[in-house]
């Protein structure tokens, strides 16, 4: 064997523990740069769901302000759509604020198009009758807008303790959607909101492209774990992959939120510095 073979052996002996040392750096380098930002995820779900909770009570809060007006107590239609009136323009993402007589009619209301209403079929306008409690319906789809919508209800109890009307107020799903983009995210990233049985009642971006689908069909809530809050990753077809975190909202609400940030770029990252090194050295 040639001396210069037996240089060019003896480099290569050397040079590959090396190469394997900084392969494993380099494994080691995207699975921490991922886990920071499934943790990233995790955050963000938590600040996107208090930031909801605290619009969720800010319509509660409301609603039982509304409850306690006279005219609503005694059934005064034209000085209780003045009231109303001037309640709705607190909240100007809320529509309408409604009183309901427990029959389902609307006798009163900030804006003139419920009066016609009946909601005495709907799910969440029993719950309120059943518990007297403030109550945040599932994914509904509204009778007069034709809108996919959110609906707040509270009781209005007269002196014995009966429900005497039930206030209402409810949110579209596009500007609830865009209130979830409050909290500034990466790019690349998207939120939903979610309600008790799975379905997508906002979403950012694209909300007309997700809203009412169940959250089972999209890349990462197939495999969404069911718990308070957490993270895990997600792989769309394409292969991109997501770091998904997700936390529940108040019990009241039963809803819960997710958020998703793109790993892609930070793995790409990742590996841009360990060919840097390779290269380094290679050379």
Request: hydrophobic share 45%.
């Amino acid at each position: 064997m040639s001396l210069a073979l037996r240089v060019v052996l003896l480099t290569l002996l050397t040079a590959v523990p090396v190469f394997l040392i900084q392969v494993v750096r380099e494994v080691r380098l995207r699975e921490d740069r991922a886990a920071e930002i499934v943790d990233s995820a995790r955050t963000y779900a938590g600040l996107t769901a208090a930031r909801t909770d605290r619009f969720i009570e800010g319509a509660r809060v409301l609603l039982v302000a509304a409850s306690r007006l006279d005219s609503v107590r005694r059934g005064l239609s034209v000085e209780c759509a003045q009231e109303l009136a001037r309640v709705q323009v607190t909240l100007p993402e809320f529509p309408t604020v409604a009183a309901f007589h427990p029959t389902g009619t609307a006798p009163c209301s900030s804006n003139p198009n419920p009066t016609g209403t009946n909601i005495s079929d709907r799910a969440y306008f029993r719950e309120t009758l059943a518990t007297k409690q403030f109550v945040v319906s599932d994914y509904v789809v509204g009778r007069v807008t034709g809108s996919g919508t959110i609906a707040f209800t509270y009781p209005g109890l007269d002196q014995a303790g009966n429900v005497a009307a039930v206030m209402l107020m409810f949110i579209n799903s596009g500007p609830l959607s865009q209130l979830l983009q409050e909290v500034a995210l990466p790019p690349g990233a998207f939120v939903a909101l979610l309600d008790r049985t799975g379905t997508i009642v906002a979403h950012a971006p694209e909300p007309t492209a997700f809203v009412g689908r169940p959250a089972a069909e999209t890349l990462w809530g197939r495999d969404l774990p069911v718990s308070d809050a957490g993270a895990t990753r997600a792989t769309a077809p394409d292969g991109a992959e997501f770091a998904v975190g997700y936390a529940a909202l108040d019990a009241s609400s039963r809803m819960s939120l997710v958020v998703g940030l793109p790993l892609g770029p930070a793995l790409q990252s990742a590996e841009t510095l360990f060919f840097e090194a390779m290269l380094l050295t290679v050379a």
